[in-house]
């Protein structure tokens, strides 16, 4: 985005308070924030700031409902402590991409007590010997690194997909009623529509007679 609609985006969205997703991959920060970012954005649960040429996150502001957050493809090195003073209730952030070189650096997310699951993909630090191990071992509250937990079965794509899935089959289900209903109403059909033939064949052959009987 230019400078100026950059602004005007922002300005636009400072005036809905309700904003729960922000994407915005590929804006450049300045000084190490992104014009228009700030505390008002308080319903906020998803922030992608994704190749923005982060170098720090000092003026990240203060987002308590953030949940999930993406920082891929910045120039991130340290300073992550303040994502427990100011992000409190993360569960997933993504740092791949970034300057990270040593356990150190990471240590400082041991605060964030909600975090489930981080990603260091092409971050110098996965180059370490028993890397995972080490992961795991230091942010005790995590699941998935990286995608996979210390199983290396791979994290779901979405809660929320798998909870569609499930009404949708519910759903199915339902409209499927019990199965043999509609063959026991065919069955019915069938039998009213002999009665019926026989019937209409018996008034036929009166009928029939009684022509004869008249000539």
Do not use: W
Not at 53 to 73: F, G, I, M, V, Y
Not at 182 to 207: C, F, K, P, Q, T
């Amino acid at each position: 985005l230019g400078a100026a609609m950059h602004v005007k985006l922002m300005s636009g969205l400072m005036s809905s308070p309700k904003v729960t997703e922000l994407v915005l991959d590929n804006c450049r920060s300045s000084n190490g924030e992104i014009e228009g970012l700030n505390d008002s954005f308080k319903e906020l649960e998803f922030l992608s700031m994704a190749s923005v040429e982060l170098t720090s996150l000092a003026k990240l502001p203060t987002l308590s409902k953030l949940r999930k957050l993406e920082l891929s493809d910045n120039i991130i090195s340290g300073g992550l402590e303040v994502l427990a003073e100011r992000c409190p209730n993360l569960t997933y952030l993504n740092l791949s991409g970034n300057k990270i070189k040593d356990l150190g650096t990471v240590e400082a997310l041991q605060n964030l007590k909600n975090l489930k699951s981080l990603d260091l993909f092409n971050c110098e630090i996965t180059n370490l010997e028993d890397y995972r191990d080490s992961i795991f071992e230091l942010l005790q509250q995590i699941t998935y690194l990286d995608g996979f937990d210390q199983e290396d079965n791979e994290a779901p794509d979405s809660e929320d997909d798998e909870e569609g899935d499930e009404d949708d089959d519910n759903e199915d289900e339902g409209e499927a009623g019990p199965p043999g209903e509609y063959e026991e109403e065919d069955d019915e059909d069938d039998g009213g529509s002999d009665l019926g033939e026989g019937e209409e064949e018996e008034e036929v052959g009166l009928s029939y007679l009684m022509k004869e009987g008249i000539q």
